[in-house]
């Protein structure tokens, strides 16, 4: 079942947390990227207020609470994405849960010492994103972010298929951020493509083998299907 509708809208919140299932391409990208921003994000959140800006389903904030938080701020604009992240979220107390776009959201300027930026940047403005962001840290707070990378094939397939590029350049998410963030730490995986269903499977050993190749170089020139970045406020 699809997870969208044909604007781009996230209809479907259990169908987008199993669409690992739908595909083994899918599959083979969320088992790559996930248990890695978890324990990223885990690593970071400890005793910490964190804001996730779009949210989605709170797959990360749920991570930032497992490792006990002081404060969660989750933000979204999808209400179905959103019953979900609650659910997630139950058992934790310390939380405010906001629908809405992102931008004047009540979140206290400077309150956050952790941004979440995952799977947003392909729908956000770029630059109106970094001036919120901005606003919602002081000096040595951590942003993380990962985008979608313009040099990654399955990124530029998507974005013929959308009509609109969805993917960004490193160097300019490196560049607009260069004047107020440092760059702590960068890396990419996830060297797939475009394939039919039926026959993502016997494309995988390809995708696990140009990961294994490239490997060593995805800090250089990063080929994976996403970048990840973390930066901290100066």
Not at 16 to 22: A, H, T, V
Not at 72 to 100: Q, T
Not at 146 to 157: A, D, G, Q, S, W
Request: some cysteine; aromatic content about 12%; glycine content about 6%.
């Amino acid at each position: 079942m699809a997870y969208q509708d044909k604007n781009l809208n996230y209809i479907d919140a259990e169908a987008y947390d199993k669409r690992g299932e739908s595909s083994v391409l899918e599959n083979y990208v969320l088992e790559l990227w996930q248990p890695f921003l978890k324990e990223k994000i885990k690593k970071l959140s400890a005793g910490k207020t964190v804001v996730d800006w779009g949210c989605g389903t709170c797959e990360y904030a749920s991570a930032a609470a497992e490792a006990a938080a002081e404060k969660i701020y989750a933000v979204d604009d999808s209400e179905p994405m959103l019953k979900v992240c609650r659910e997630k979220l139950a058992g934790f107390e310390n939380k405010e849960i906001i629908l809405g776009s992102g931008f004047h959201n009540g979140i206290p300027a400077g309150a956050a010492d952790l941004v979440l930026t995952i799977g947003v940047w392909e729908y956000a403005e770029p630059r109106p994103l970094v001036g919120e962001i901005k606003r919602l840290t002081e000096k040595g707070a951590k942003i993380v972010v990962v985008f979608p990378n313009i040099y990654n094939k399955l990124n530029t397939e998507r974005s013929i298929w959308r009509k609109k590029r969805i993917a960004l350049r490193p160097g300019f998410i490196k560049n607009i951020f260069k004047n107020d963030f440092t760059l702590v730490e960068s890396a990419s995986f996830g060297m797939v493509s475009w394939c039919p269903k039926k026959f993502q499977s016997l494309i995988l050993p390809l995708w696990k083998l140009g990961d294994f190749i490239w490997k060593p170089f995805q800090k250089f020139m990063p080929l994976g299907i996403n970048v990840y970045y973390l930066f901290e406020r100066k």
